[in-house]
């Protein structure tokens, strides 16, 4: 069974308004459409989850928010940020949205952390970079938010580099980072990626829980359906580019709408409800360079028709979740939730 704190946060988030709106995001680099006409929003409050297998167009989606795009690269449709238009923006409104309106995890803490500068010195750079706050203020909030993450003494922390922390501290370092300005967007990239499952479980609960008392927004990104099931309220599924299906957690566990956020809750390494075996996908990610007609997981789909291989839009479902099959109404995929 799902947690009670799992269903307590999902049955308490009110989405007042639309926090940041994709509206049929399409990008192209040397070529090569990457995003074909994805479209989803995140409410104020409220934590999304964007999983898909690699290649989906997830990372590349959630760079776009902050314009950190090649130059080469080609984009259309919109992305707005409480009404405020980020795609096409100017570089240096983009730099007063990043990091203080809108911070990202990305998927390797220490790639991203400074190797020869302290924790302390990055955490007080970036802060004072967005805020006008002295040097022994921002020193005093890095120490106090190391220390709401989970950090053993805080302090000490400070003077570290990341060469003197494991993994897991690296990533809440991360986190406190992408916190400091107190952003009204989180987008966490993978953030459990070569963590051990203990480690994992702790930097989601983590996640949810610094979410839940600074009131911020969150854009969830991973591969392991079953793990943003246990965090997120409402989970839109990417595949080859493409938004497939857009649903609650509990109307997805209880009734799934496509076939491949069902196949990705198979595969999930965590344990949700009653399904207690996983299998793996059968086939290999479709090619967004080359997609196939139609439903592009048809070729991947045990309940693919003939008629799959037509154009198939989203459409509204009769439980007023969005999904991208046509055999929607006919499929009993089951669920994993009574």
Known sequence: MLSTSSEQIRNNVTQTSSLLEIDDLCI????????????????TGEIVGLVGESGSGKTLTGLS????????????GSIRLNGMELLGADPRQLRQVRGSRVSMIFQEPRASLHPSRPIGKQLVDVLRAHRDISKPAARRRAEDLLGAVGLPNPRRALSSYTFELSGGMCQRVMIAM?????????????????????????????LRRMADELG???????????????????????????????????????????????????ASTIDVGGLDEHEGIGGSPA????????????????????????????????????????????????????
């Open 216 to 266: 911020i927004s969150v854009l969830l990104i991973s591969h392991n359906l079953g793990l943003v099931s246990e965090v997120c309220s409402r989970i839109v599924t990417m595949y080859c580019g493409q938004v497939v299906d857009d649903d609650s957690v509990d109307g997805l566990l209880r009734r799934p709408h496509h076939p491949y956020p069902w196949a990705l809750l198979k």
């Open 65 to 76: 928010v902050l314009g950190l795009l090649p130059d080469k690269a080609s984009t259309v």
């Open 287 to 338: 090619n967004p360079a080359r997609p196939p007609a139609g439903c592009r997981f048809s070729p991947r789909c045990p309940h693919a028709e003939p008629a799959c291989g037509d154009d198939i839009p989203m459409t509204v479902t009769i439980d007023g979740s969005r999904t991208r099959c046509r055999r929607d109404g006919e499929l009993e995929l089951g669920g994993v939730l009574s």
């Open 28 to 43: 192209g680099i040397a070529g090569t459409q990457l995003l074909a006409g994805v479209s989803f929003s995140v409410g």
């Open 178 to 206: 992408a916190l400091i300005c107190e952003p009204e967007l989180l987008i966490a990239d993978e953030p459990t990626t070569a963590l051990d499952v203990t480690i994992q479980a702790q930097i989601v609960a983590l």
